[in-house]
């Protein structure tokens, strides 16, 4: 029987005590694959409670996307090459690993950091694209493509891959549904059900994407699932690099949001005074509550804020997508054979602290 919940931090009472922003580095450390996407759902959360959330400039938008995305393929990527390896094939892991480092190398270009990047502010980013940083991307995604083109040919189609996959873990669509699945794993069940269209946020409405859906919903579809998904990421993140403004703020310019730049606070009064207010106090944030929910690489992340008018959240919860996938594990695996549950697991994609409780 699956029991989560035993990698128990309580970020979600941590958020309780701490100021709005203080809390997006523990955002980095729920989805670990993918902080960046978290960051920026966490970040949505608390502009749509302070009423912000649609004068995010356009530069902001783009940048968060692109963020997102690589985040997206930089987790599948790991999906795909530790479920290949925990069934074998060794190869596979060592080719999408090759390729995550290109995309950690992205991530320090950019935040300074590679793995827990907390990049995003309450109404924009830390700071602005460092020069040169599209081209680099550009020249990525260039690369990219034919690299995992031959992980694809390494590992679809092969037998013994195949074998261990096929029909193993089958969902329906009503039953993945009233279990509450999201993402590549619903979507692996025949659902065309994706938050950036359903529900669109930022600049998705202004994308051409596809929704990959599978037919079986076995874990051989949520495979599939991931690898077009990877492809379709691929081309959100290019026609983001084309549409980007060259220029505008990439945070709203608010001094009760935005912290002022140095200059500002070394020579003016006032700046001094936003700046200690932020830092001490918090962004003060109306009363209210707010719920947001964004497509992570796992399914539907959502967190829900309640503000009492202060600068710390008065209650925060998050909607993990990987609690309630790993929740079916146990109704997945009845009638099957215990070697049946590493490729199962694999495709579910379980990450220990998003997971947490």
């Known amino acids: 029987m699956p029991d989560v919940g035993y990698l128990h931090r309580g970020d979600e009472k ?7 922003t203080q809390f997006i580095p523990y955002t980095d450390r729920l989805d670990y694959l993918a902080p960046l996407a978290n960051n920026v759902a966490y970040a949505l959360a608390v502009e749509k409670l302070m009423g912000i959330d649609k004068l995010l400039p356009p530069r902001c938008q783009y940048i968060r996307v692109i963020c997102c995305e690589l985040a997206r393929i930089s987790a599948h990527l790991l ?4 479920f290949a390896m925990d069934v074998g094939a060794l190869t596979v892991f060592m080719h999408t690993f090759t390729e995550r480092e290109k995309i950690y190398n992205l991530c320090e270009f950019l935040t300074g950091a590679r793995f827990t990047t907390s990049y995003t502010r309450i109404g924009g980013q830390t ?57 590549p794993c619903l979507r692996a069940c025949g659902v065309p059900y994706d938050v950036r269209k359903s529900h669109p946020y930022l600049v998705y409405d ?8 599978g037919t079986h919903g076995d874990s051989y579809d949520r495979f599939i ?11 959100i993140i290019q026609q983001c690099v ?3 403004p060259s220029g505008g703020p990439c945070i709203v310019e608010d001094p009760n949001v935005a912290l002022p730049g140095k200059n500002n606070v070394y020579y003016s009064i006032e700046g001094l005074i936003s700046h200690f207010k932020i830092i001490m106090e918090g962004i003060h944030v109306p009363p209210g509550e707010a719920y947001a929910f964004t497509e992570a ?8 804020c309640v503000s009492d008018g202060g600068g710390r959240g ?8 990987c609690f309630i996938i790993t929740s079916a594990l146990d109704t997945l695996m009845k009638g099957r054979m215990l070697a049946d549950l590493v490729p199962l697991f694999d495709s579910l994609n379980m990450i220990g602290g998003e997971c947490d409780r």
């Open 14 to 20: 941590i958020a309780e005590n701490m100021t709005y």
């Open 79 to 82: 999906g795909l090459g530790a």
């Open 127 to 183: 700071h602005d694209l460092p020069d040169g940083y599209l081209e680099t991307v550009t020249e990525f995604l260039r690369t990219f493509k034919p690299a995992f083109n031959e992980v694809d040919k390494l590992i679809t189609r092969n037998r013994i891959f195949v074998d261990r996959m096929k029909d193993v873990g089958s969902m329906t669509a009503e039953d993945a549904v009233n279990w509450g699945w999201t993402g």
């Open 206 to 213: 202004r994308l051409k994407f596809d929704i990959p859906v």
């Open 225 to 235: 699932c991931r690898v077009e998904e990877i492809r379709e990421s691929r081309k």
């Open 242 to 244: 084309e549409q980007i």
């Open 297 to 304: 690489a796992n399914g539907e992340l959502g967190f829900y």
């Open 314 to 321: 008065w209650k925060v919860r998050c909607r993990p997508p």
